[in-house]
């Protein structure tokens, strides 16, 4: 079993900080790319920020350098602090990590996604 868990969502004023966690669990060979993706209320679910194994970062146009997303590969977990929130960013957001398994003696690379954890921006 493989399992992402979220954790440091929350209520926040607009321009505040929040920084969430997502830590992977369970039995697998590595942890490669892990991301951030965000889904509002009757929105589709947007892509946020991702990170490769070696540390490459990639970013949504929309987040304007508000956003910087980091790993442990040590602790397999990846943060996302977010300063600056605007109402706009209100959302589930959700862990996203490419993971590869070993599996009749083959390594397999699959996608998994946390449950989400609710960030709300409201003054």
């Known amino acids: 079993q493989v399992e992402l868990v979220e954790s440091g969502g929350g209520l926040v004023h607009p321009g505040g900080s929040l920084r969430l966690s997502c830590t992977a669990s369970?039995?697998?060979?590595?942890?490669?790319?892990m991301g951030w993706f965000r889904q509002g209320p009757g929105h589709q679910r947007d892509f946020v920020a991702s990170?490769?194994?070696?540390?490459?970062?990639t970013y949504a146009d929309s987040i304007q350098d508000r956003f910087t997303i980091s790993r442990d590969n040590a602790k397999n977990t990846v943060y996302l602090q977010m300063n600056s929130l605007k109402p706009d960013d209100t959302a589930v957001f959700l862990c996203?990590?490419?993971?590869?398994?070993?599996?009749?003696?083959?390594?397999?690379?699959?996608?998994?996604w946390g449950q989400g954890t609710q960030v709300t921006v409201s003054s």
């Open positions: 996203h990590a490419k993971i590869v398994t070993i599996a009749r003696w083959r390594h397999w690379a699959t996608d998994y």
């Open positions: 369970g039995s697998f060979a590595a942890v490669n790319d």
């Open positions: 990170i490769s194994a070696n540390g490459d970062t």
